[in-house]
């Protein structure tokens, strides 16, 4: 089975490359760093919204151009190598997934159109802060049309205009789509590891939401976040790779009592070791890939695996670059923590490595004992 990208999806990915390269420069991540005001680049974003990524894998009919899901991970990779300030992640792996997952035809068709052109950000808002999320710790309440508690964080929770959010009800939970541009609705800006990735404290007090339809919040979440794993899974692998490439790049040029440092064994090994981590998440990622693109039945375990192989790479990966650039790599001029930055921060983005562990090891088993049952019943 070929797991590759098609010669168009290839072609796809190199418009996207050549066009990220003059519009989101290393200035470009930088000046939104440097600037405590922005929390993402409006001009990169209503260039990215025009060129009709936001709606990639959207159906036509909620005004998307239906590319497909591996189109988005292909695009996903590319925005990860530019570590682009944008909300793409927030507006199209949560929001717009959480949408068509579990949103009712009014509301995609209220709101989609807006989320493909790139005229609407939206996010989801779940966590509540540190700790696995459960039924038991959710204290945000829908009660009588309103919600009534606090998200921390919400990533790009100031720039966004809609959420969908997490909260507890009569009979368990739900999802609720929020206007946080209306009442009861407060937001403050958090610091964080990556500042070109806004993070928001959200707090509602009797603020009108609106339900989505079904009766468990708690694996629609699930379900949601498998989707985005696999998507994030990408952007984590094209920062990885980007990450690489400035390492090497970095030992051919750089030399040290007369010889280029790439050419002593302990940069070779860290070279290696970086390629090894690469190469392992992008063959779960584009497994995730296939499982997403037709809904297959792995798509959990898929998802797991994409999740954890491609954080794992991502932090080592930006980890030894930093230390393959030696002294310059720890300093603010040099490019370098832009990519420890992203990498710190998607790694966390919808709940850590460890937690994504036990799912996969979760899911693994529940694998294996399905798999014994089937061959028991076939004896």
């Known amino acids: 089975m070929n797991f590759d990208y098609?010669?168009?999806?290839?072609?796809?990915?190199?418009?996207?490359?050549?066009?990220?390269?003059?519009?989101?420069?290393?200035?470009?991540?930088?000046?939104?760093?440097?600037?405590?005001?922005?929390?993402?680049?409006?001009?990169?974003?209503?260039?990215?919204?025009?060129?009709?990524?936001?709606?990639?894998?959207?159906?036509?009919?909620?005004?998307?151009?239906?590319?497909?899901?591996?189109?988005?991970?292909?695009?996903?990779?590319?925005?990860?190598?530019?570590?682009?300030?944008?909300?793409?992640?927030?507006?199209?792996?949560?929001?717009?997934?959480?949408?068509?997952?579990?949103?009712?035809?009014?509301?995609?068709?209220?709101?989609?159109?807006?989320?493909?052109?790139?005229?609407?950000?939206?996010?989801?808002?779940?966590?509540?802060?540190?700790?696995?999320?459960?039924?038991?710790?959710?204290?945000?309440?829908?009660?009588?049309?309103?919600?009534?508690?606090?998200?921390?964080?919400?990533?790009?929770?100031?720039?966004?205009?809609?959420?969908?959010?997490?909260?507890?009800?009569?009979?368990?939970t739900g999802l609720y789509l929020v206007d946080l541009e209306g009442p009861g609705v407060s937001r403050r800006s958090l610091s964080s590891i990556d500042p070109t990735r806004g993070a928001a404290e959200l707090r509602f007090d009797n603020a009108p939401a609106e339900p989505l339809p079904g009766d468990d919040g708690l694996a629609q979440l699930a379900r949601i976040h498998d989707r985005t794993a696999v998507l994030l899974a990408f952007e984590q692998l094209g920062g990885a790779d980007r990450a690489l490439e400035m390492a090497r790049d970095y030992a051919l040029e750089r030399y040290a009592f007369g010889r280029q440092i790439g050419s002593y064994q302990a940069i070779k090994h860290k070279l290696a070791d970086v390629f090894v981590k690469n190469e392992v998440a992008r063959a779960n990622a584009y497994y995730g890939a296939w499982a997403l693109a037709g809904d297959a039945p792995e798509l959990p375990l898929a998802a797991a695996a994409a999740r954890v192989a491609a954080s794992e790479a991502y932090w080592f990966a930006a980890k030894e670059n930093i230390q393959a650039h030696g002294g310059i790599g720890f300093t603010w001029e040099a490019d370098c923590h832009f990519y420890y930055r992203r990498a710190g921060h998607l790694g966390l983005a919808i709940g850590g490595r460890r937690e994504w562990q036990r799912r996969l090891t979760d899911r693994l088993e529940a694998s294996m004992a399905s798999e014994q049952a089937a061959g028991a019943r076939a004896a």
């Open 6 to 172: 098609s010669d168009e999806q290839k072609a796809l990915k190199d418009q996207a490359r050549r066009f990220l390269s003059d519009v989101c420069a290393p200035q470009v991540v930088r000046a939104v760093l440097e600037d405590p005001g922005r929390d993402h680049d409006a001009a990169l974003w209503s260039r990215i919204g025009a060129q009709g990524w936001c709606g990639a894998a959207i159906p036509e009919a909620y005004g998307g151009f239906a590319f497909g899901y591996v189109e988005l991970c292909g695009l996903a990779e590319e925005l990860g190598r530019a570590v682009a300030p944008v909300p793409f992640a927030s507006s199209i792996y949560q929001f717009a997934e959480a949408l068509l997952q579990a949103g009712s035809e009014a509301q995609k068709l209220a709101l989609l159109p807006d989320v493909a052109s790139g005229a609407l950000i939206g996010t989801l808002a779940f966590s509540e802060g540190p700790g696995i999320m459960s039924a038991q710790r959710l204290a945000t309440q829908f009660s009588n049309g309103a919600l009534n508690g606090v998200k921390i964080p919400v990533t790009d929770g100031c720039a966004a205009q809609r959420a969908v959010v997490l909260a507890r009800n009569d009979t368990g």
